[in-house]
C-alpha cells in the first residue's frame, strides 16, 4: 500500500511560478513510476506529467509542455511538480498518483493522493 500526499498547492498571478509536491509512503518509491494529473470544475481529469521509478523517461501532456517540469527524489520518497509561466486555464484540482512498473501516460495508476488546488489569477 503506498499513501500519496500532496503539499504546496496555493494561489498564483498570471505568468508566475509554483511547485508542488507528493510525498509518499513505503520503502519501494523507486520501484514506482509517478504522475500528476488535473481536474478542473465542470472537466474530465487530465493528464499533466509523468516519470519513470528511476527518473530517467518523462512524459508531459501538450497543454503543459515546456512550461512544466516533473522530477523526483528517490531518497526523500517525493515527486515534484515545477510549473512555470502559469495561466488561468491551468487552475485545477492537481493530484498524484502512483504505479509499480513502467510509466504511463493514462490513468491506469492504482495509488491517487487527496489532490492540491492550484488557482492561477488573471
Known amino acids: 500500500q503506498v499513501q500519496l500526499v500532496e503539499s504546496g498547492g496555493g494561489l498564483v498571478q498570471a505568468g508566475g511560478s509554483l511547485r508542488i509536491s507528493c510525498a509518499a509512503s513505503?520503502?519501494?518509491?523507486?520501484?514506482?513510476?509517478m504522475g500528476w494529473f488535473r481536474q478542473a470544475p465542470g472537466k474530465e481529469r487530465e493528464f499533466v506529467a509523468a516519470i519513470s521509478g528511476s527518473g530517467s523517461i518523462t512524459y508531459y501532456g501538450d497543454s503543459v509542455k515546456g512550461r512544466f517540469t516533473i522530477s523526483r527524489d528517490n531518497a526523500k520518497n517525493t515527486v515534484y511538480l515545477q510549473m512555470n509561466s502559469l495561466k488561468p486555464e491551468d487552475t485545477a484540482v492537481y493530484y498524484c498518483?502512483?504505479?509499480?512498473?513502467?510509466?504511463?501516460?493514462?490513468?491506469?495508476?492504482?495509488?491517487w493522493g487527496q489532490g492540491a488546488q492550484v488557482t492561477v489569477s488573471s
Open positions: 513505503g520503502r519501494t518509491f523507486s520501484s514506482h513510476a
Open positions: 498518483a502512483a504505479r509499480r512498473g513502467t510509466v504511463t501516460t493514462s490513468d491506469l495508476y492504482s495509488y
